[in-house]
């Protein structure tokens, strides 16, 4: 197993995001998230983006997960969607390629068996792929990847209706899945985290429940109101 991927086991990957409008956006800032997370004894960081990935190789030496979402109508699939987007990725610093490894359509006619081919062979990087269900987690082993996460699951067409965590998904990917099953979306908690590694996930990835300032401050404004 990768010596990155192996890094996260038993750990929290916090993902170090936020909305392109807002003030934290800025690369620096998410890399002053980015190294609070590690300080405080996060395994490695989930972040989007060439330029932030870079900024936050600068300050931190754990494991990256890098991605970078790309909205390409028609195609649904936004995370690391070709070929192009995986090489900077890799090349801004990441350890980690995160790629939308549902079965939808692909911008460019790629198809996932390739773009994870070549992340292997030209960029010599392991793959998470982030999934919604255990069909397209398996869809995802069979085309190479190196770990999968929950990710995807309640944001895409045939899951939106759902709330993420699924801990009943992430159960039944841990038993049929013969690679690490990473935990990813809707943890709100410590207790959900744990409740996730109880449930046999390999490491858990927060985001929101951490860094999302905007998310959690818009919630508070909105009880607030009279």
Excluded at 105 to 129: C, F, Q, S, W
């Amino acid at each position: 197993m990768n010596v990155s991927l192996q890094a996260l086991r038993g750990g929290l990957v916090v993902s170090c995001q936020a909305p392109a409008a807002s003030p934290l956006h800025h690369p620096e800032v998410i890399a002053a998230m980015a190294a609070a997370a590690v300080q405080q004894g996060a395994v490695g960081v989930r972040i989007d983006s060439p330029s932030h990935i870079e900024a936050v190789r600068r300050r931190v030496s754990q494991p990256i997960i890098g991605l970078w979402k790309q909205v390409l109508p028609p195609s649904a699939v936004y995370i690391t969607p070709q070929t192009h987007h995986a090489d900077a990725v890799a090349q801004a610093g990441s350890d980690i390629i995160a790629v939308d490894a549902t079965q939808r359509p692909r911008p460019g006619a790629e198809t996932l068996a390739d773009l994870i081919h070549y992340i292997h062979r030209r960029l010599n990087k392991p793959v998470m792929a982030d999934v919604d269900s255990l069909e397209n987690a398996l869809y995802a082993i069979e085309a190479g990847a190196d770990c999968v996460g929950t990710t995807l699951f309640g944001y895409t067409e045939a899951t939106q209706t759902e709330i993420p965590p699924s801990l009943d998904l992430l159960r039944a990917m841990v038993d049929h899945c013969t690679v690490p099953v990473i935990c990813e979306g809707g943890i709100a908690s410590p207790d959900m985290a744990h409740a996730a590694l109880e449930a046999g996930a390999y490491a858990v990835v927060v985001g929101t429940a951490i860094t999302g300032i905007d998310s959690l401050v818009n919630q508070y404004v909105i009880a607030l109101k009279p």
